[in-house]
T-cell receptor
Framework: RKEVEQDPGPFNVPEGATVAFNCTYS??????FFWYRQDCRKEPKLLMS???SGNEDGRFTAQLNRASQYISLLIRDSKLSDSATYLC????????????FGKGTKLSVKP | DGGITQSPKYLFRKEGQNVTLSCEQN?????MYWYRQDPGQGLRLIYY???????QKGDIAEGYSVSREKKESFPLTVTSAQKNPTAFYLC??????????????FGQGTRLTVV
C-alpha cells in the first residue's frame, strides 16, 4: 500500500460548485498533515495545515479522521483561480525525510 | 526578506555533463531537502540533510550527489550517471526545531533539460 494516496482526478467543476478531495495514509503514527497547492510549473505552496479538530479558512475546510487514516479538503463556491493541483502531505515519523507527498489531485474550475 | 533561493531557474545540460543546482536559504532552518518532480507525477525525495555536514539518501539518490558544508546551502549535483535527469527539481526546508508540526517551504524550482 502506498504511503499517501490521492485520486489524481482531474476534477472538472463549474464555478460556484463545492468539491471535496480525500487522501489516505498508511502510517498510523503519522503526526502532521497538510494540504499544498501547486500551480502548473510552479513550486508547491502551503494551503493549510490539518488539525485533529478540523479547521476552516474561508472557503476551504480540512478534516482529519485518524481512525480511518484519511484527510479531506472541501472547497466551497469554487473560483476559476482555484484551478490547480492539490497535494496531500503527511509527516510520518521515521520515514525518509519525514514528509511524504501524495501525487496530487488536479482541479479544473470552468466558467 | 527570508526565503529559499534556487538557481538557475532553467538549466540545459548536454549528455555526459555534471551540473550543480544551487539552493540557499536564510530561514535558519536545519533541515533541507531535494525533490524531483516529473510531469504529472508527485514529488520524489532525492537527498535530505537534517544538520550541517550530514545528509541521507532518499528514494531516488542514484546519479545525484549533495553536500552540506553550511547551514544555508544545500547544492545538488546531477551527475552523468543519472540517465534521465530531465525534470523539475525542488529544494525545501523545514524548521523542526520549533515544533514537529511544521510545514515545508519550497524554492521556486529549477527546470533541468538534457539536450
Amino acid at each position: 500500500r502506498k504511503e499517501v494516496e490521492q485520486d489524481p482526478g482531474p476534477f472538472n467543476v463549474p464555478e460556484g460548485a463545492t468539491v471535496a478531495f480525500n487522501c489516505t495514509y498508511s502510517n498510523s503514527a503519522s503526526q502532521s498533515f497538510f494540504w499544498y497547492r501547486q500551480d502548473c510549473r510552479k513550486e508547491p505552496k502551503l494551503l493549510m495545515s490539518v488539525y485533529s479538530s478540523g479547521n476552516e479558512d474561508g472557503r476551504f475546510t480540512a478534516q482529519l479522521n485518524r481512525a480511518s487514516q484519511y484527510i479531506s479538503l472541501l472547497i466551497r463556491d469554487s473560483k476559476l483561480s482555484d484551478s490547480a493541483t492539490y497535494l496531500c502531505v503527511v509527516n510520518s515519523e521515521g520515514s525518509q525525510g519525514n514528509l511524504i507527498f501524495g501525487k496530487g489531485t488536479k482541479l479544473s474550475v470552468k466558467p | 526578506d527570508g526565503g529559499i533561493t534556487q538557481s538557475p531557474k532553467y538549466l540545459f545540460r548536454k549528455e555526459g555533463q555534471n551540473v550543480t543546482l544551487s539552493c540557499e536559504q536564510n530561514l535558519n532552518h536545519d533541515a533541507m531537502y531535494w525533490y524531483r518532480q516529473d510531469p504529472g507525477q508527485g514529488l520524489r525525495l532525492i537527498y535530505y540533510s537534517q544538520i550541517v555536514n550530514d545528509f541521507q539518501k532518499g528514494d531516488i539518490a542514484e546519479g545525484y550527489s549533495v553536500s552540506r558544508e553550511k547551514k544555508e546551502s544545500f547544492p545538488l549535483t546531477v551527475t552523468s550517471a543519472q540517465k534521465n535527469p530531465t525534470a523539475f527539481y525542488l529544494c525545501a526546508t523545514i524548521d523542526w526545531a520549533n515544533t514537529r508540526e511544521t510545514e515545508a517551504f519550497f524554492g521556486q524550482g529549477t527546470r533541468l533539460t538534457v539536450v
